[in-house]
């Protein structure tokens, strides 16, 4: 069996991710991957956070992290009892612990999110999307942004 790896970061696309990650999953009787990466926070001067609370910052992070990820994954088991679905949650950039992610665990497939940013946004700051496109050795499932509703 191999798997579907869905990376989420607790945003708006979520849902949609794993929607599309589980539908995908019964179709080609794979099993879900749901991977949370936790990013260090960025230190941006010498003023920024002491050692100590940089550590305390990253294990509360953590500690919240796998906590919605125990709550999704109940929610799937109960939505989805069909499709075996597991958890990892790494600590690190994400581009590079997506991409050994699907190394390791053989995935037949990514389903990532897009959250839509404007092109000026992704030339000044690089999406995580366009980096694991670029550099995945299976294929990758883009799940467009939740529409928001129109006034």
């Given at each position: 069996?191999?798997?579907?790896?869905?990376p989420i970061?607790?945003?708006t696309?979520?849902?949609?991710?794993?929607?599309?990650a589980c539908?995908?999953?019964?179709?080609?009787q794979?099993r879900?991957?749901l991977?949370?990466?936790?990013?260090?926070?960025?230190?941006?001067?010498?003023?920024g956070?002491?050692?100590?609370?940089?550590?305390?910052?990253v294990e509360?992070s953590?500690?919240?992290?796998?906590?919605?990820?125990?709550?999704?994954?109940?929610?799937?088991?109960?939505?989805y009892?069909?499709?075996?679905?597991?958890?990892?949650?790494?600590s690190?950039?994400?581009i590079?612990?997506?991409?050994?992610?699907s190394?390791i665990?053989d995935?037949?497939y990514?389903?990532?999110?897009?959250?839509?940013?404007?092109?000026?946004y992704?030339?000044?700051?690089?999406?995580?999307?366009?980096?694991v496109?670029?550099?995945?050795?299976?294929p990758?499932?883009?799940?467009?942004?939740p529409?928001r509703?129109?006034?």
């Open positions: 069996m191999k798997t579907i790896l869905a970061d607790f945003s696309a979520t849902e949609g991710v794993i929607e599309a539908t995908l999953a019964r179709v080609t794979n879900v991957l991977l949370h990466i936790v990013q260090p926070p960025v230190l941006t001067s010498d003023y956070l002491a050692l100590e609370n940089f550590q305390e910052a509360i953590e500690k919240h992290s796998a906590k919605r990820l125990g709550e999704i994954t109940d929610d799937l088991r109960r939505r009892p069909d499709i075996p679905v597991e958890t990892k949650q790494v690190g950039p994400p590079p612990e997506i991409l050994d992610a190394l665990n995935a037949a990514i389903v990532m999110g897009s959250h839509g940013h404007n092109a000026f992704d030339l000044l700051v690089g999406t995580t999307t366009h980096g496109l670029r550099k995945a050795i299976c990758v499932v883009i799940v467009p942004p529409q509703a129109k006034k």
